[in-house]
């Protein structure tokens, strides 16, 4: 038997009212009256046994689809429930659990479910923040047809919407020296590379004659054939600076967000032109991306926040060690004279540098004063004079409209 606390507000009512009813029946000796009372009393407590029977026998599950959506895009949410008891629910409220992020919490009301009958129920969330959000756990409340008695079942399941930042499509730009080891080639044969790979070996079946190694045949007595090119992966970094006393701006719309986005970009748009990336932030190394792994990319600028760093020192030394990168892009905050020098030592032969400065200055509500202004048009100078193309990204600008200055040689003088 489930408690009292079962009961609506009606069914407590009827319970009162069927206590009321038989105590008068009692003092006045009326049957009729306690026949009356007797039933009365009885209504809720049967609705409760009915109610209590469906209790846990409710199966839920939940699809997201998709599970990744870029930020201000819809996810559609579909919840399935099953009755797996063999008798006929009554009214049920469904409810969803979601973070305030992704709007309020979804209600349903299914007016019954038939035995091992299935219900499903669809509904969209979206946010206009990055991050990743749970959805759930699942709440039904349960109530007899009457109204008398009201069961919450919370199911224990969750799932996780993952908001990335907007990505933006970027025209295709030549960036040369984008490729590791430099040259507009691809592959490179292995001795070459200095791999151990590089000694012939021996003949195989179906091995093509052309690669025949004469020489090599000649000394072992056998014949050796030249091992195959193999194709090195083009490399690339990228930095991201995530400071906050370097970004202006709150919300959606704040310099920080158009950075992240910026990167989240850049990274889709160089793992799609077949670059292995790696993300570095001004803490240090965050996450290689291999080609083709953008998604891995995103799952991680969508969790990224801003830091208390005070400068780019550790973001400038993981590039440093990490080494073998044919091309830098740099999505750059407020910059400082000594950061700026760091940044443009990293600038060597052979190494395309692109920054991507953000215009702070237009930004609502930013301060600026002429330190800062001076700092920027510095920062601009030494880094275009050491070699770098310099892109700047002032509020409410595409990126899509200064990415074709990437590719400009120019920019860079």
């Known amino acids: 038997m489930i408690g009292l606390k079962a009961l609506t507000p009606r069914g407590r009512s009827f319970l009162a009212s069927g ?4 105590l008068c029946a009692l003092v006045l000796g009326e049957q009729d009256l306690l026949r009356v009372a007797v039933l009365i009393i009885a209504m809720p407590l049967i609705a409760s046994m009915v109610v209590a029977r469906t209790r846990y026998r409710l199966a839920s599950a939940r699809r997201l689809s998709p599970a990744r959506v870029q930020a201000g895009e819809e996810s559609t949410v579909t919840l399935r429930l099953e009755n797996v008891t063999r008798l006929p629910t009554g009214l049920l409220l469904v409810e969803d659990t979601l973070q305030y992020a992704l709007g309020t919490r979804p209600r349903f009301v299914l007016d019954r479910m038939e035995s091992r009958g299935v219900r499903e129920i669809d509904y ?10 749970p959805i759930g756990p699942l709440s039904v409340r349960i109530a007899d047809p009457f109204g008398l008695v009201e069961l919450t079942r919370s199911f224990t399941i969750t799932d996780t919407l993952v908001v990335t930042p907007e990505v933006v499509p970027l025209p295709p730009v030549r960036l040369s020296g984008e490729h590791s080891g430099g040259g507009d080639s691809r592959t490179r044969s292995v ?3 200095g791999d151990d790979d590089v000694a012939p070996r021996e003949y195989r079946q179906g091995d093509d004659l052309r690669r025949v190694h004469w020489r090599s045949t000649a000394r072992h007595g056998e014949l050796m054939v030249r091992r195959e090119e193999q194709e090195l992966q083009s490399r690339g970094a ?3 600076d995530t400071r906050r006393h370097a970004h202006r701006g709150e919300g959606p719309r704040s310099s920080f967000e158009v950075a992240v986005s910026a990167a989240a970009s850049i990274g889709v748009h160089l793992s799609a ?4 990336l790696r993300l570095v932030t001004d803490q240090g190394a965050r996450h290689v991306v291999d080609t083709g792994q953008s998604w891995s990319l995103l799952d991680t ?3 990224i926040r801003q830091s208390t760093a005070r400068s780019l020192e550790h973001g400038v030394g993981a590039l440093r ?3 073998g990168d044919g091309l830098i892009i740099a999505v750059l905050g407020a910059l400082d004279p000594e950061e700026v020098r760091a940044l443009a030592q990293l600038r060597r032969p052979g190494v395309t540098a692109v920054a991507v400065l953000l215009d702070l200055a237009s930004w609502d509500g930013a301060s600026w004063d002429d330190v800062a202004a001076e700092n920027a048009r510095a920062a601009r100078s030494v880094l275009t004079g050491s070699g770098w193309r310099v892109l700047d990204l002032p509020a409410g600008a595409s990126l899509a409209d200064v990415w074709p200055q990437a590719g400009n040689k120019r920019s860079a003088a």
């Open 19 to 22: 206590v009321a009813a038989l």
């Open 124 to 133: 969209k969330v979206s946010s206009d923040l990055r991050g990743r959000f």
């Open 191 to 193: 001795a070459a590379a």
């Open 238 to 240: 990228l930095l991201l």
């Open 273 to 276: 032109e077949g670059l292995a």
């Open 301 to 303: 600028l969508a969790v």
């Open 321 to 323: 060690q990490g080494g």
